[in-house]
């Protein structure tokens, strides 16, 4: 089983920066074939912000996002990185990190078998 950890979440004001980090460790790390992003706002679906590959350089984002958005690895730290900036308020939500087997479809919540407890992000206007 994999874990997962997010950390560096927090309050930060609409057009500032934050970067969320996802370390990984476990046993069966190398099953991991993707690492991606979702985000969770209340009273709304857990939606896909970004993922990205352990083995090549490939991401993915979710249309709003990118631009503002870019997610990158450490394969050496295993960990993975969000960093988001031109905040809004609408980006307001707990984020969390998942892993993935399969490697595909990786905007779908049903393509990652492994998710971490999340971090909150909440932008004030």
């Known amino acids: 089983q994999v874990q997962l950890v997010e950390s560096g979440g927090g309050p930060v004001q609409a057009g500032g920066s934050l970067r969320l980090s996802c370390a990984a460790s476990?046993?069966?790390?190398?099953?991991?074939?993707?690492m991606g992003w979702f985000r969770q706002a209340p009273g709304k679906e857990r939606e896909f912000v970004a993922a990205i590959m352990w083995s090549f350089v490939r991401t993915y984002f979710a249309d709003s996002n990118e631009g503002r958005f870019t997610i990158s690895r450490d394969n050496a730290k295993n960990t993975v990185y969000l960093q988001m900036n031109s905040l809004k308020p609408e980006d307001t939500a707990v984020y969390y990190c998942?892993?993935?087997?399969?490697?595909?479809?990786?905007?779908?919540?049903?393509?990652?078998?492994?998710w971490g407890q999340g971090t909150q992000v909440t932008v004030s206007s």
């Open positions: 998942a892993s993935s087997k399969v490697g595909y479809d990786l905007a779908q919540y049903r393509a990652y078998d492994c």
């Open positions: 476990g046993r069966t790390l190398f099953n991991s074939n993707a």
